[in-house]
């Protein structure tokens, strides 16, 4: 790899908190572009947050910023940073990839910006002044190679992914739309962190497993610690 540039494409995990597990992802396509898949947790927790009291305490690793380094890569060098929704756990460092475009289902986008008290308290971070944002309706083939599949039910207009890799085959990144693999079922029940709307998030559920199937897809699901001790994580990578 040359000034963090693969020549062919490659798919890095990358666990900013490794227990509950939460991730990022980055992206290298065949052409050179780096894409960001979220940004994890902010520096700093807003005031007043508070973890749920059923969760233990979290055991943190390397932010996205000192993980993308260890690639060879600075913020300025993402290209496109997909947000899949603006929970604090996933665009806590949106702010600081100011040259990239950020690409964000446009029902998710107006949601947050008319004030909604559930993404208000990261808001510095997802609408910082200097960001640009593509605002994208459904499901998006994004560029060759990456879909974003539009997955409400978690929140309105969040969004998984589904890349596609030469030697691993379809990879299906399910975010927060199943969240743990033992979700992952057409009946799912509803979680504590989704909207109250039980139809919409089993109708994303049977939607992604029919993706799944269809593309016999290595599926990984986000937030599930005991699969991620399992997977190859940055600065190994998917290919």
Request: aromatic share 8%.
């Amino acid at each position: 790899m040359t000034n963090g540039v693969s020549n062919f494409p490659r798919l890095y995990l990358m666990q900013v908190v490794v227990a509950p597990s939460v991730p990022c992802y980055l992206v290298q396509t065949q052409d050179g572009k780096n894409v960001l898949i979220d940004s994890g947790l902010p520096a700093q927790m807003p005031e007043g947050f508070q973890l749920p009291a059923n969760l233990p305490p979290p055991q943190f690793g390397k932010n996205v910023v000192e993980q993308l380094a260890e690639l060879g890569l600075q913020p300025g060098d993402i290209d496109l940073l997909i947000c899949t929704h603006f929970d604090l756990d996933h665009s806590g460092h949106h702010d600081a990839f100011t040259n990239a475009e950020l690409v964000v289902q446009r029902s998710h986008y107006e949601l947050a910006r008319s004030g909604y008290q559930r993404f208000a308290a990261n808001r510095s971070h997802w609408d910082h002044p200097a960001l640009r944002y593509r605002l994208i309706d459904g499901d998006t083939e994004l560029l060759p190679g990456i879909e974003l599949i539009e997955t409400s039910g978690h929140t309105v207009g969040h969004q998984s992914a589904l890349v596609r890799l030469p030697e691993t085959g379809a990879v299906l990144l399910t975010i927060d739309a199943i969240a743990l693999q033992q979700q992952f079922r057409p009946d799912r029940e509803l979680s504590p962190f989704d909207e109250k709307n039980l139809e919409v998030v089993q109708a994303s559920a049977r939607k992604l497993i029919d993706i799944a199937q269809r593309e016999q897809a290595l599926v990984i699901f986000g937030h599930d610690t005991e699969q991620w001790q399992t997977l190859k994580k940055a600065p190994e990578f998917y290919s």
